[in-house]
């Protein structure tokens, strides 16, 4: 069964971080897109990172460069999504979601989200002002 698993949402204060961590399971990570999409209240999903798991190449929404970086672990089929400088418009449920032998410019594009393979039941992140 593929199952993907976040953790590491929480609360905070504008400016301070947070991890969040997504575990995969059922599959292997050859040839994935693996990516980060949130849903504020009252908003439609925003897709924020992705990374492409056959070159590493990675990938960010204009809101979030420079503040957050994705990683991945291989041996631990789990992908990272540090977040710094965080702002009270992060706020948001985040969603870890995978593609097979998809490219990380659909992760940006909320037409192509129905049709992504894998979704994690989401993390809420809130950050105060």
């Known amino acids: 069964e593929v199952q993907l698993v976040e953790s590491g949402g929480g609360l905070v204060q504008a400016g301070g971080s947070l991890r969040l961590s997504c575990a995969a399971s059922?599959?292997?990570?050859?040839?994935?897109?693996i990516g980060w999409i949130r849903q504020a209240p009252g908003k439609g999903r925003e897709g924020v990172s992705c990374?492409?798991?056959?070159?590493?190449?990675?990938s960010y929404a204009d809101s979030v460069k420079g503040r957050f970086t994705i990683s991945i672990d291989n041996a631990k089929n789990t992908v990272y999504l540090q977040m710094n400088t965080l702002k009270p418009e992060d706020t948001a449920v985040y969603y870890c979601?995978?593609?097979?032998?998809?490219?990380?410019?659909?992760?940006?594009?909320?037409?192509?989200?129905?049709?992504?393979?894998?979704w994690g039941q989401g993390t809420q992140v809130t950050v105060s002002s």
């Open positions: 059922g599959f292997g990570f050859d040839d994935y897109a």
């Open positions: 979601a995978a593609d097979l032998e998809a490219v990380c410019e659909y992760f940006y594009d909320s037409n192509y989200y129905s049709t992504i393979g894998y």
């Open positions: 990374i492409s798991t056959s070159d590493g190449r990675t």
